[in-house]
């Protein structure tokens, strides 16, 4: 609207239009739109809109439920199966809407997908007006009634005005096309920002919303202010994110250690303590070569004096060990206290060794 009438101001009118209508200074040649889901209009409301359109005024509402008061002022009705769209499945088609030739020249059509354009008007009164627009089906869902000086355009599917719709393609050009229908110098331009939150009409005709419905009864706004104050005090308390569980993390095995058990596990399963002897000389000479720099195939008293010095060890003590593993050399079948004496000669060395 903005860049259509780019040297207007568009007033937002927030009221019934019975009540816009009477406390409003409405100038000649004004524009009157509305775009809501539904239109719910008192008996007042409907008047006020006769009469604002009869001055000269021209009023454009757009609904997929256009109110029966409004309808009856110009003779109308809309299809009643509108309740069917709700509960009978229906696939996305690619679906269009247009406007008659003999009231636009323009593009011939505006298409997109989705669910089909299935409003429309199936009575429209030819003394008070005619169709201007119509839907996939070619049936009519946007008409003009004449109403004294001014005009009444009425248009059943809201969805045609939507951001989906009109940003597809060049379907913007189906709204330019319907404003350059109306008044291009209109007096004033009123948007309605007040139908399209409301959602029904209660037993004396008024349109209401939820919220007003339960905030006039006691028992239920105070159930609402109840629930509204136990949420709030739900999100403070529960606003903090909570700590998560700190898993217990288990400590790190000792690989090594299982290793030699498992190695040891299969020595001792085979009962050969000569070949478990023969490993632990092996790894002690190896030992010997590696740290001390002595070649261990020659055991004689030059090598046990140098092991000696260079380890630290006595050489009684060094003399005694070498002894001790020539003797199990010599011997094929070891015994459970000579492996162990072995063993403990070994590790001696190791514990006093530099």
């Known amino acids: 609207l903005g860049e259509i009438y780019n040297d207007k101001f568009i007033n937002l009118n927030d009221k019934p239009f019975a009540s816009f209508y009477a406390n409003t200074y409405i100038d000649s040649s004004s524009l009157y739109i509305n775009v809501s889901n539904k239109y719910y209009a008192t008996e007042d409301d409907a008047k006020a809109l006769v009469e ?166 006691p028992p239920l706004a105070m159930a609402f202010w109840i629930v509204l104050a136990m949420l709030l005090c739900y999100i403070f308390f529960n606003g903090k994110r909570k700590q998560r569980v700190i898993p217990v993390i288990k400590p790190v095995d000792n690989t090594s250690i299982a290793f030699v058990q498992a190695i040891a596990g299969l020595y001792m399963a085979e009962r050969n303590n000569r070949n478990i002897a023969d490993k632990m000389i092996t790894y002690l000479n190896e030992h010997v070569r590696t740290r001390y720099f002595l070649n261990s195939q020659l055991v004689n008293q030059q090598f046990v004096s140098s092991l000696g010095k260079k380890s630290g060890v006595p050489q009684d003590a060094v003399a005694s060990l070498y002894n001790a593993i020539q003797q199990v050399q010599l011997t094929d079948d070891l015994s459970d206290f000579e492996l162990l004496s072995l063993n403990e000669q070994i590790q001696e060395f190791y514990k006093k060794r530099i």
């Open 52 to 217: 604002f359109v009869s001055e000269g005024n021209t009023a454009f509402i757009v609904s997929s439920y256009i109110d029966s008061t409004v309808l009856g002022k110009v003779l109308s009705r809309q299809a009643g199966n509108l309740w069917m769209n709700h509960i009978m499945p229906r696939q996305f088609v690619k679906t269009h809407v247009q406007l008659s030739p003999a009231a636009y020249n323009g593009q011939d059509s505006f298409s997109y997908y989705y669910l089909p354009f299935s409003n429309y008007f199936s009575e429209i009164d030819p003394g008070m007006g005619k169709a201007v627009g119509y839907n996939s089906n070619n049936r009519p869902n946007c008409a003009v009634f004449f109403i004294g000086k001014g005009r009444l355009y009425l248009h059943c599917d809201a969805r045609a005005f939507s951001n989906y719709f009109l940003l597809t393609a060049n379907n913007y050009g189906y709204m330019k096309q319907l404003m350059e229908m109306m008044n291009s110098q209109p007096g004033n331009i009123f948007w309605d920002d007040y139908y399209n939150k409301i959602n029904f009409r209660d037993e004396q005709g008024r349109s209401m919303s939820a919220l007003k419905t339960i905030l006039e009864h």
